[in-house]
């Protein structure tokens, strides 16, 4: 499909990308090799209100739309993947409360959150619980006029910096996945433990890290939608979010695209531009193509979403193939490069290290192919 933004969507993504090379790019080998967490470039993101730009004004969001989301997406990543995955975990955690939150929880938690004056956790992945989310054990129960939750979850971003934590864990087991529930807990919540960080291959500056609940006690209000819709909410969030990661991994790509475009045509190899070699110009040409139509799938997989239709099939198309692609075309790219591509020297070895999460998290490559099976096969 041909994609024509409008000058709106033409005029945000110019925005980010202007943000994005400038404020970003000069500092996103520092937290790299620091596994530094950026808070201040949350308050940058604020500002542009890029931390709910697709959510209703009247919730403090900037009133646009999905596609404009995923190119501000794109753009962040082209230049620092770890601060974009901060910002695509801030949304999963927000994204349930804007679905399912009631007023008050939309006005204490999600307004704030789009206005960038608070930053959100999406907690929902456990030790034994990956792919297989209703089969955690982490659980809440009735206590007077509130809730007790316990047990573990881990890989959780955000998790340490994050102002509130959306929660999603088991309050009747008999039930399965519709005995799962969503809960908001606020950071220092009495019974809420964060581990310290892990340390992961790639987008070192977005932590991760291992969250326990040991009788963590949430107010009755704290419940998001009815009780055990839990598992309904996730997956539509998840659906959402998916629209992210392939956005990121549209911006790692064209990233290593463009720097191993213009090594090829300053390198000189045996008299002449290493572009001029039909080997490497094959391969550039393999790479754009990658690009091109990753990016097409993920925006429509965004318009989808702005349209209202359900999404599933298409997120997991869209997550999917970029996530992939931007696998092929930043080996190629490094390959491209040779040794000076393996090292530290050049941005390339960290998109490769970025970009291998994606096909991981949000849903494995396997995952995706699940969800578009059944799609497909009417199952």
């Not at 009735?142 to 910096?161: C, E, M, P, Q, Y």
């Not at 995952?367 to 578009?372: E, F, L, P, S």
């Amino acid at each position: 499909m041909a994609y024509e933004l409008s000058p709106l969507q033409q005029q945000v993504r110019d925005l980010a990308r202007d943000f994005a090379r400038r404020y970003l790019a000069p500092k996103a080998a520092e937290i790299d090799r620091q596994s530094r967490f950026p808070k201040e470039t949350i308050q940058e993101l604020g500002r542009l209100q890029f931390m709910g730009l697709a959510y209703p004004e009247e919730w403090g969001g900037a009133g646009l739309d999905s596609v404009s989301e995923a190119l501000v997406v794109e753009e962040v990543s082209y230049a620092c993947a770890a601060t974009a995955s901060i910002l695509t975990a801030h949304y999963l955690g927000i994204d349930g409360i804007f679905l399912h939150g009631s007023p008050a929880q939309k006005e204490g938690y999600l307004a704030p959150a789009c206005r960038g004056e608070k930053l959100a956790a999406f907690c929902l992945t456990e030790p034994d619980a990956g792919s297989d989310v209703a089969s955690g054990s982490a659980s809440a129960v009735r206590d007077g006029d509130g809730w007790v939750l316990n047990g573990t979850k881990h890989f959780i971003s955000n998790a340490a910096d994050a102002d509130f934590l959306v929660a999603y864990v088991m309050t009747d087991r008999s039930r399965g996945s519709r005995g799962m529930s969503a809960f908001i807990v606020d950071q220092g919540a009495p019974g809420l433990r964060i581990a310290p960080p892990d340390l992961k291959l790639g987008i070192r500056a977005a932590s991760t890290h291992r969250v326990v609940f040991d009788n963590c006690r949430v107010p009755g209000d704290h419940l998001v939608g009815a009780e055990g819709s839990g598992f309904k909410i996730a997956m539509q969030v998840l659906d959402r979010g998916r629209i992210g990661i392939a956005a990121m991994g549209v911006g790692i790509a064209q990233a290593a695209l463009d720097a191993a475009v213009g090594y090829a045509k300053s390198r000189q190899v045996f008299g002449a531009p290493l572009a001029d070699h039909q080997g490497i110009a094959w391969m550039i040409a393999e790479m754009a193509a990658d690009v091109e139509v990753a990016r097409l799938v993920a925006l429509n997989a965004a318009e989808a979403r702005d349209r209202g239709v359900r999404i599933s099939k298409e997120a997991a198309v869209a997550k999917l193939f970029t996530s992939e692609a931007a696998h092929r075309v930043v080996h190629k790219a490094l390959q491209i490069h040779g040794g000076l591509g393996y090292m530290q020297d050049l941005p390339l070895e960290r998109y490769y290290r970025d970009q291998r999460i994606l096909e991981i998290f949000e849903g494995t490559s396997q995952v995706q192919k699940m969800v578009i099976a059944r799609a497909v096969l009417g199952s």
